[in-house]
């Protein structure tokens, strides 16, 4: 399973990448909306591509198809290697449809069931970003949302790629990898937070300590 940074925080995205972990960055309105709204979005965006390298994928906010398009369009002009993302709504699913016969690569968001994630995959998504955490925020169980995507995908053979998306704790990032999700895509806290362990931390100071009492 690839690691994704899901962050529009250029500091934060250029120390996860630095880590050397990293292949991709996915970005939606709410993210860029944190950051400072004197930065010009698209100097933003490129500034966070140019960091990782890998996927960047850029949302639309148009909800018609046509808006979606010219925004892709303009996307696409800024970098021609970003990854369109497009919400799940009808217009939505034309417009994937539409860049899918033009080889464009889309990230069809907001799915949050394996049969929305399935239409998804019909309609040409090089990506299907399953939302984990806001499941579990309703009492909904996004393991088996997942794990259903998964099998689907396994009975199937389906081409696009999985993202495992709204991830809020290792653990989410544990049972992602199990479930088989292509990629997880995750805050930098929680990148940290599965990175740090204490008895790492006081496993490396004992060795520390006993290496001061070697001749080297
Ligand atoms: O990529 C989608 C992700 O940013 C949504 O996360 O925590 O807002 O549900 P969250």
Redesign the pocket.
């Known amino acids: 399973m690839q690691l994704y940074v ?1 962050s529009a925080n250029l500091t934060e995205i250029q120390h996860a990448a630095s880590l050397g972990f990293i292949s991709g960055v ?1 970005t ?1 309105p ?2 860029l909306a944190k950051e400072d709204p004197s930065i010009d979005i698209r100097s933003l965006i490129l500034d966070i591509h140019k960091s990782v390298g890998g996927h960047t994928s850029v949302e639309v906010i148009s909800t018609e198809t046509d808006g979606m398009l010219r925004e892709a369009d303009e996307i696409l002009k800024w970098f021609p290697e970003a990854t369109i993302k497009i919400p799940f709504i009808p217009a939505g699913l034309t417009a994937v449809r539409k860049l899918a016969d033009q080889n464009i690569p889309t990230n069809v ?1 907001l799915l949050f069931t394996a049969t929305q994630a399935l239409i998804a995959a019909n309609a040409g998504a090089t990506y299907v ?1 399953l ?1 984990m ?2 499941l579990d925020d309703i009492g909904t169980d996004s393991l088996q949302a997942l794990n259903d995507t998964c099998e689907i995908w396994d009975t199937q053979g389906l081409e696009s790629l999985i993202i495992a ?2 991830i ?1 704790t290792p653990i989410h990032l544990l049972e992602c990898a199990k479930a088989g999700a292509h990629i997880a ?1 995750v805050p930098y806290k929680v990148l940290m937070q599965s990175i740090k362990h204490p008895l790492t931390d006081a496993g490396l100071a004992s060795f520390l300590k006993d290496a001061t009492k070697l001749k080297m």
């Open positions: 899901d996915t939606n709410s993210l968001t970003s939302f955490g806001r998306a709204s809020r895509t």
